[in-house]
């Protein structure tokens, strides 16, 4: 799912949570886990930085997501948890630079 930014404004859902897990449950919504790398292996951006924050993900933005350091989150609802993600030296960093985590689910493997 793409990240759609118009300007300044970012089109999201905004998702409630009722509890939190550390393990995938569903979609993850609920995530409250620890983990701090993509699929991929990238390390994640912490929520709070300027290039972040420019893409419309914050703390005021998605109040019940939890977004803290630099765990993988799914503040907007998405398919799993996910986070942006560092480039390396020499490329801009934007909003297409986000990727899922590999947040195992809870009571058993993802198959």
């Known amino acids: 799912m793409a990240r759609m930014v118009l300007g300044p404004v970012l089109m999201a859902t905004l998702v409630t949570v009722t509890s939190s897990k550390d393990c995938l449950e569903g979609t993850g919504v ?5 983990l701090t790398v993509t699929w991929s292996g ?7 930085s300027p290039d972040v924050e420019d893409c419309g993900f914050s ?15 799914n ?16 490329f801009d ?3 297409t630079n986000w990727h ?3 947040v195992q689910p809870c009571g058993g493997t993802m198959e």
């Open 42 to 48: 990238a390390s994640c951006l912490y929520w709070d």
């Open 30 to 34: 609920s995530y409250r886990g620890s």
């Open 100 to 102: 899922y985590c590999d």
């Open 75 to 90: 503040p907007d609802g998405d398919v799993f948890p996910w986070c942006f993600y560092e480039v390396p030296s020499g």
């Open 59 to 73: 703390s005021s933005a998605f109040p019940q997501a939890d977004l803290d350091s630099n765990y993988c989150r």
């Open 93 to 95: 960093a934007n909003c």
